[in-house]
């Protein structure tokens, strides 16, 4: 039902465009505008499922975040023919005015279309007369898209204008750092979460945001800002959240139906992009992400984002309870296994598609298993939030907040689904007790195996001030060569387009 869903918001794109008017201001009479546009139920039904496709755009979940988030932080690298990619990774963006420099110009043009899009639905929504509880939820689903879109540009840019209004004033925005951006996708993750259901009983709303959606990107935000006391209250209310007196949210049995189609909406998921295999109407409504980051042979994806061997060795580090290998490795990353050679990807082995028997890539949201080849439309929602995130993020509240004792049982119930054993008996972690400083390194070292690729570690990383001081610089450098060119103070933060900055007053990111 995802794809009704789909279809409705491409059919339906075009009615949010601004008011064309010629020099002789007639009025194409077959043309929407604002004029003879917003004015009934069904028109906000519309807008705000057209406000929902940005989250598509290659500037957003489709591709660019991916490579921003991922291979910009010590989880990956760049050997893209395209020295732009390279540039994004190892930290030498020298051109940021130029339309081929993508991610520097798309990413922030589409986050802004996107809250630009949730702005008019918010603006507009109180004017019309329509059933007052459809019109709260609308609304809530503007409210939590715009509050993702400012959480994003902080997390790249960690600047930009505080756009709350689609209707052009005299003055020019406010503009915000990265703190007011974090602050204001708070408020709007807050307002989101006053007017959403927890769930919706129809299947075709799936993809739409839920309470739980803005409480998970809330406690998200929570995280960033430090502010370990909130979140972990925030935590304990998405826990309690019920459907039917069970609760909402369940971890999956099987780790990797989280990056497969077949798992797309399942009970871990609390926010998913949904995307569609193929063209859908004429129009391409799948994610590039696996085009962009997959194994690199035969056609099957690009060699533009690479795993760091680093990762690869994390997940070496200790074994399941029956003497295994940590099975997240092989839903994380595609390598070469000596002791299965005959492993299929894309239904060849390693060795027929020429590979080096020393390079790994990634596997996690690819369609290795389904596909011969992977193409620019990839049908695999992306989780933005699951529940095994937010379990980890509980556990790192509680240890913040000294009560490290607490955190063990989230810890566990992540370890415990791959078959390791609980932390508390392990023979390679050993002797954390209630050291904070001990389960701090413990919790990095979890997330990294559980959400490797899934374009959380730059938020992590910057949480836990790893961009802030020489050591830490070092302990990046370490893992990730491309942190050799990295500038405490700089590179922390993405160019904002040239051309932006003469459009609205502001300073570019130091050192740019």
Known sequence: MKYIFIVIAICTVWVVSSCKKDFLNNTNPNEMTTTNFWKTADDLQKGIDAAYRPLRFNGV????????????????????????????????????????????????????????????????????????????????????????????????????????????????????????????????????????????????????????????????????????????????????????????????????????????????????????????????????????????????????????????????????????????LKSTLAYYDATNPNELFYGKTWDAMGLNHDMVYWKKYTNYETATVEDYNSGINFRVVRLADIYLLYAEALNELGRTSEAYEYINKIRRRVNLPDLENSTVFPAIGADKEKMRSQIMHERTCELGGESTRWFDLERWGMFENATNIAWLKNRDADFNNFVIGINNRFPIPYREISLVPMPQNPGY
């Open 61 to 328: 979940y489709s591709r660019w975040l991916h490579i921003l988030y991922v291979s910009r932080s010590d989880e990956g690298y760049s050997e893209s023919p395209n020295p732009y990619f390279q540039s994004y990774s190892n930290f030498l963006v020298k051109n940021y005015n130029d339309d081929a420099a993508e991610a520097v110009m798309f990413t922030w043009l589409d986050l802004y279309k996107g809250i630009f899009w949730a702005n008019q639905v918010i603006d507009n929504s109180a004017n019309i007369s329509m059933d007052e509880d459809l019109k709260k939820r609308i609304q809530g689903e503007a409210y939590f898209l715009r509050g993702l879109h400012f959480f994003n540009i902080a997390g790249v840019y960690g600047r930009g204008p505080l756009n709350l209004t689609a209707f052009a004033g005299e003055s020019a925005p406010v503009i915000a750092e990265q703190p007011q951006l974090y602050e204001q996708a708070r408020k709007d993750f807050d307002e989101a979460i006053k007017r959403l259901p927890a769930s919706y009983s129809e299947l075709k709303n799936l993809g739409r945001a839920t309470e739980g959606a803005a409480r998970g990107m809330r406690i998200k935000v929570l995280m960033q800002e430090r502010n370990w006391g909130e979140a972990e209250t925030e935590c304990r209310t998405l826990f309690a959240l019920k459907n039917g007196g069970q609760p909402l949210y369940s971890l999956v049995n099987n780790y990797k139906d989280n990056f497969s189609q077949a798992g797309d909406n399942n009970t871990e998921s609390i926010y998913e992009v949904q995307y569609a295999p193929g063209l859908q109407s004429g129009v391409e409504v799948g994610c590039n992400r696996a085009k962009f980051m997959g194994i690199p042979a035969d056609g099957l994806s690009w060699a533009d984002a690479f795993p760091r061997k680093s990762l690869y060795n994390e997940f070496l580090l200790e074994k399941t309870l029956a003497n295994q290998t940590d099975p997240r």
